[in-house]
């Protein structure tokens, strides 16, 4: 039970948030755009991002807890806990004209009470994928009536998303990544395929160090010899869970990897590597200039 | 009447009671004595249908106990165990009108009340309603248990004739309540003419207040009838191993026993097989 | 000379099952004028009268909605959960003759547990069609079957030849829940982050999913149990005299035993699928009923139900709107208050224990 509640705790400080499915777009958000939207809540990390990459910061009046970042201006919104366990009262008492959520947490009974309370929720779609981020800004644009925000954005993300294709490009040859996603020495668990951090690894120009299952596993040595990976990449928040790359090391198997041998470890933080806010295209760069500067890499920034 | 017949019990294979017999009418106080492992809780409990004999039937009333419905039954006969042990603390008179179960929604809750009352006075603990039964002193708890017991069978006017099954009621105590209990369990035989089947570990008391002494040994019956002629010294040796002598005081009517301190054989009883 | 019982006779009569009932209506009064959201006293009023008399005050669907159908099922939800945990906790306190005992023990919560997990885990995959036809009633199901079935599975363990013995009832429980223990965290390890998340949300507790489909199914399943329990306060009175002196006063303790367990299964099977794990109000409420009513089960069982109903009205008011806009989680609320509440206790009635 405690260790339930430790490695929820440290969920919610990675602001992890992993999206399953895409759907097609609701009927909600294709109605025309006629009221203007004053009072926001973002029930997600990346979509909060969002609106302050859209100039919308000052509408926010209530975030969800994976929403960390700018880390500046969000402290100062109220915090709703989780999206899961909302409290559907003092959500309303923030008073919102429209909540924003992501399309995977549809299933929520809260969100469900929310909408039947007369609020107007806009459900947000993508999977991880680097147009994510521009699709849903074109949903929340099309929605609060925004296009120079949203112009402004598009030429930033295309920027990026150019300097991401020249850091593949210049990229000699296509390591083995495995993303090791640890909430202490206790619960280690390695990306499969169609995955987030899967996608993230592709994109910078890796390769997915496991092929043979989806989703997330446990971590076994067997399972490290058989992957063989080059690169071990981590969130910051949890390689300092298991101690450090030292820590990380003494994983049983992981030291004979040929990552663990080399040392090449690459800590980054969550909500950026994964999250698929504004910034994936950056990530991916970063991600990928990181994998070609090892092994220097591991040193923790 | 109760009737026991015949009466075998066994327990892992081994007859711990074989042909016992036991009979107890009203206004009648039998004592039923022996040494420890004689089988005397044993038939106690055959008697009380808490263990179904594996030979010979138990009738009370002359219905067989089987036959008899679980409430019925409870209103022709009461039993008290050695020790009950509460786990929460509670108010004396509670207890005593936890007895009166068999008749709920029968009667008012206040003449429950009364009926609990009048069996706190009659073993003597009136006034003492609201103690609390843990705060009791382990003679007082035994009345007090004695007392819902009482409360189980009271009736105004008996329609059938009931019986009180006691466990050793007069453990600890003391010597003059001992004598108390016995008159009044006597008491209770004469007026209210309940049957009485009492295990007694004194022979003294069981001399002056029974009307007739069952007396077992390793499972067996080895005498029964009158306190006189089953507490003999001879029957004493035979039933416990012990070497005592029955002396009769002048004025008095019944004799004393008097146990002596050197055994006939003291480790006779450990031999419990029947054959 | 002789000292009379009750030291707390006159918190006895205070907390007296009328004064309760007073009380438990007033409390629920006054948290459905409380909350996050802050309305005045006269529109609380109006949405109620809108609902129950028709009137037309023309509010926004917002508001009515807000406390019609949000914080009205919410409390009521936690009156029921409440009082239908502290009357099952009392029923099997009895029934185990032991003031430690809690439904946690004859294995209901461990099966609901084990239950809500598979269903969170599989509701997509294996539950297939069964779990898209329930939607999220899927958990709710799911830890109901499960607290019924493990419920039976230690009862059925501890019987033989027609004979139920309530220490290996016990005993079972135990390994019965070790074993729930294992399996729950046996597929916490191979959950993914959401289905983690959900697991822990709903180990923690709360009642923040309550609205008017889930209480009706709730309320009958809490109070013709607890009414049958209730039936039954004279053989549990008898039963703390020990089961033989209870079938010797006439009581059928096999039936007795067999109610007692079913009853309880039900209710704390319905309470934990639709609240989660809500920690010591089985344990705590029962006991500080028996302290000022005594153990009579009459005024003990329906003492429980009110006070049980009563804390967690408060209760779960802290919880939506000490942390507001987040929420805490109930279970967690419950602990913290009850350990250290039930310590003292322990402390201070170490005699009569």
Request: glycine share 10%.
């Amino acid at each position: 039970m405690n260790r339930f509640l430790i490695h929820f705790l440290g969920i919610l400080t990675l602001g992890l948030s992993l999206n399953a499915c895409q759907n097609a777009p609701s009927a909600t958000e294709q109605a025309t755009q006629e009221a203007s939207y004053e009072r926001l809540v973002s029930l997600s990390g990346s979509v909060t991002e969002l609106l302050y990459e859209l100039e919308q910061g000052d509408k926010i009046v209530g975030v969800d807890v994976t929403s960390t970042y700018p880390a500046e201006q969000v402290t100062q919104v109220p915090k709703l806990g989780h999206v899961r366990q909302l409290n559907v009262e003092a959500l309303l008492s923030l008073q919102p004209d429209l909540v924003l959520a992501e399309r995977t947490d549809e299933a929520s009974a809260a969100l469900q009470q929310l909408e039947a309370a007369g609020v107007e929720v806009l459900w947000l779609d993508g999977s991880f994928t680097l147009d994510k981020p521009l699709a849903q800004a074109e949903q929340i644009g099309k929605k609060l009536g925004l296009n120079e925000e949203l112009e402004s954005l598009r030429k930033t993300y295309e920027a990026d998303k150019a300097r991401l294709q020249q850091a593949r490009q210049a990229m000699e040859e296509t390591p083995t990544v495995l993303f090791i996603y640890a909430r202490g020495k206790g619960s280690l668990m390695v990306a499969g395929k169609n995955t987030a951090a899967s996608a993230m690894i592709e994109l910078a120009g890796g390769q997915n160090a496991v092929q043979s299952f989806e989703g997330f596993r446990a971590l076994s040595a067997e399972g490290l010899m058989e992957a063989q990976p080059e690169v071990l990449l981590l969130f910051d928040s949890g390689l300092q869970s298991l101690g450090g790359v030292e820590g990380l090391l003494q994983i049983p198997g992981l030291a004979q990897t040929p990552a663990g041998q080399q040392g090449h470890i690459i800590g980054m933080d969550g909500l950026y590597l994964l999250g698929f806010t504004p910034r994936a295209a950056r990530a991916a760069v970063d991600l990928s200039e990181r994998l070609q500067a090892l092994p220097d890499a591991y040193t923790l920034n | 009447m109760i009737e026991a017949n015949h009466i075998g019990v066994r327990k892992s294979g081994r007859w711990i009671l074989r042909k016992a017999r036991v009979q107890v009418r009203a206004g009648e106080l039998v004592a039923l004595i022996g040494a420890n492992g004689a089988g005397k809780s044993t038939l106690l409990k055959a008697v009380a249908g808490e263990v179904t004999p594996d030979e010979g039937a138990v009738s009370i009333n002359s219905k067989i106990l089987a036959d008899w419905p679980a409430a019925g039954l409870a209103k022709v006969r009461a039993v008290l165990s050695q020790s009950v042990q509460l786990p929460f603390s509670m108010p004396v008179i509670d207890l005593v009108e936890m007895g009166r179960y068999p008749y709920q929604g029968q009667e008012p809750g206040g003449r429950t009340r009364e009926i609990a009352r009048l069996c706190l006075k009659q073993v003597g603990l009136s006034g003492y309603d609201d103690r609390d039964i843990c705060t009791l002193s382990g003679g007082e708890q035994q009345r007090a248990q004695l007392a819902r017991v009482l409360a189980q069978v009271y009736r105004e006017q008996p329609a059938e004739e009931r019986f009180l099954l006691l466990d050793e009621p007069t453990a600890s105590q003391d010597i003059a309540q001992k004598q108390q209990l016995l008159s009044l369990l006597r008491k209770l035989a004469n007026e209210a003419g309940l049957g009485i089947l009492t295990i007694l570990h004194d022979l003294n008391l069981a001399m002056q207040y029974a009307d007739r002494v069952v007396l077992l040994r390793r499972g067996h019956l080895l005498k029964s009838g009158s306190p006189e002629t089953v507490l003999t010294p001879e029957g004493i040796a035979q039933g416990f191993g012990l070497k005592a002598r029955v002396v009769r005081t002048p004025g008095e009517a019944l004799p004393h026993i008097l146990t002596c301190p050197t055994a006939v054989d003291l480790f006779q009883n450990e031999e419990t097989a029947i054959p | 000379m002789i000292q009379s019982l009750p030291k707390y006779r006159s918190l006895s009569r205070l907390l007296s099952p009328p004064v309760l009932t007073l009380l438990l209506a007033i409390s629920a009064l006054c948290a459905l004028l409380i909350g996050a959201y802050s309305l005045p006293v006269q529109q609380v009023g109006l949405v109620m009268g809108e609902q129950l008399f028709g009137l037309e005050a023309g509010l926004p669907q917002t508001l009515s909605y807000l406390v019609w159908d949000i914080r009205l099922p919410r409390i009521l939800l936690s009156v029921f959960v409440g009082g239908g945990l502290a009357i099952a906790g009392a029923a099997v306190q009895g029934l185990f003759r032991n003031p430690l005992a809690d439904p946690a023990l004859i294995g209901v919560t461990s099966g609901a547990m084990v239950f809500a997990v598979a269903g969170i885990l599989f509701s997509a995959s294996v539950l297939g069609a069964i779990g898209s036809w329930l939607g999220y009633a899927t958990v709710t199901v799911m830890a109901f079957t499960g607290s019924l079935l493990t419920t039976f599975l230690v009862y059925w363990l501890a019987s033989s030849k027609g004979y139920t013995s309530v220490v290996t009832m016990l005993l079972a429980g135990v390994a019965i829940t070790a074993l729930g223990g294992a399996l729950t965290g046996l597929m916490t390890y191979f959950s993914d982050e959401d289905e983690l998340r959900d697991i822990i949300f709903w180990t923690l507790g709360s009642l923040g999913g309550a609205n008017w489909q889930m209480l009706a199914l709730l309320i009958p399943l809490v109070l013709l149990p607890a009414f049958i329990l209730w039936r039954q306060s004279s053989q549990l009175d008898l039963l703390l005299l020990g089961e033989r002196e209870a079938a010797y006063t006439g009581v059928n303790t096999q039936r007795t035993k067999w109610i007692v367990i079913g009853c309880a299964a039900l209710i704390v099977g319905a309470c934990v699928a639709v609240s989660g794990v809500i920690a010591f109000v089985a344990l705590v409420v029962p006991h500080l009923v028996r302290l000022i009513q005594g153990p009579r089960h009459r005024s003990l069982l329906l003492g429980s139900a009110l006070l049980g109903g009563l804390l967690m009205v408060w209760a779960d008011t802290a919880a939506r709107t000490l942390i507001a806009p987040a929420e805490l989680p109930i279970g967690i609320l419950t602990a913290l208050l009850g350990a250290p509440f039930f310590i003292w206790l322990l402390l201070k009635t170490k005699r009569s224990l």
